[in-house]
């Protein structure tokens, strides 16, 4: 069966060690754009949305589908949702990295290839 795309979506528990990350934008958006990097995928674009009194929603537009990120600092947590579509760039490499990142306790994975 030919892949025609892969999607990863991740839920990060207890991310105390980097908790302000979780509420920092430009830190978040620097995080986001090296794991594109590292994935190999190509970066259009970048827009977040920065809540108060906190939370960060960032969506990346790459140029094989698109990268987001919802931040809940309340809880230490937050939900990645990665959708790579054609074998271009490796939705898992940028996993690692935002995992390297917010360097979290627990960690929730669900892959997908269609």
Request: charged share 25%.
């Amino acid at each position: 069966m030919k892949i025609a795309g892969r999607h990863y979506f991740c839920v990060f528990g207890d991310c105390g060690k980097n908790a302000a990350a979780l509420d920092h934008p430009r830190k978040l958006e620097a995080a986001v754009k090296t794991a594109i990097r590292r994935a190999g995928m190509t970066l259009f674009g970048v827009h977040s949305k920065h809540f108060r009194p906190q939370g960060i929603t960032l969506l990346a537009i790459i140029g094989e589908s698109h990268v987001s990120v919802h931040t809940y600092p309340e809880s230490k947590t937050c939900v990645i949702d990665i959708l790579t579509c054609g074998r271009e760039g490796d939705p898992e490499k940028a996993a690692e990295a935002l995992k390297k990142f917010f360097r979290p306790a627990s960690v929730r994975v669900k892959k997908f290839s269609f």
